[in-house]
C-alpha cells in the first residue's frame, strides 16, 4: 500500500490511460460538434438572418450534444479516480483527467451558451 503522503505517484502506464481517456472524450465531443454542425446548415434558413443556428432546436443541438458528452466524460473520470484509489495505485493522475475535463466542459458549455443566445 502506498501512503499518500509519500507522493510516489509516477505510474506512466496509468497516466497513458488517463491521456488517452482524455483524448477520447475530447475527439468524440469534437465529432458530435462536426455532425451537429452540419446537419444544422442543411436545415431550412431563418429567413434574412445568416445565422446557422437561429432556431431552438438546432441551438439546443449544438450545446447539449457535446455538452453532455463532455459531462458524462468528466463523471468517468472521477468514477475512475475512486476505482484507482480502491486499488491502492495512483490515483491523482485521474483526479487530473477529471478536473481538466471538467474544465473544458464548463468553458464549453458557458461559451457556447453565451454564443448562441446572444
Known amino acids: 500500500m502506498v501512503d499518500d503522503v509519500e507522493k510516489r505517484w509516477h505510474d ?11 483524448a477520447g472524450v475530447l ?3 469534437a465529432l458530435l460538434f462536426l455532425a451537429i454542425d452540419e446537419w444544422a446548415s442543411r436545415r431550412e434558413s ?4 445568416p445565422r446557422t443556428f437561429c432556431d ?9 450534444g457535446p ?11 472521477f468514477v475512475g479516480t475512486y476505482r484507482v ?16 475535463l471538467m474544465v473544458v466542459t464548463l468553458a464549453y458549455l ?3 451558451t453565451g454564443s448562441v443566445t446572444s
Open 46 to 49: 431563418c429567413g434574412p438572418s
Open 85 to 100: 484509489w480502491r486499488q491502492h495505485r495512483a490515483w491523482p493522475i485521474w483526479q487530473g483527467a477529471g478536473w481538466f
Open 110 to 112: 458557458s461559451i457556447g
Open 56 to 64: 431552438g432546436t438546432s441551438q439546443a443541438a449544438i450545446i447539449g
Open 27 to 29: 475527439v468524440v465531443a
Open 12 to 22: 506512466p502506464g496509468m497516466y497513458r490511460r488517463a491521456v488517452g481517456y482524455c
Open 67 to 77: 455538452g453532455l458528452v463532455l459531462v458524462v466524460g468528466t463523471i468517468g473520470a
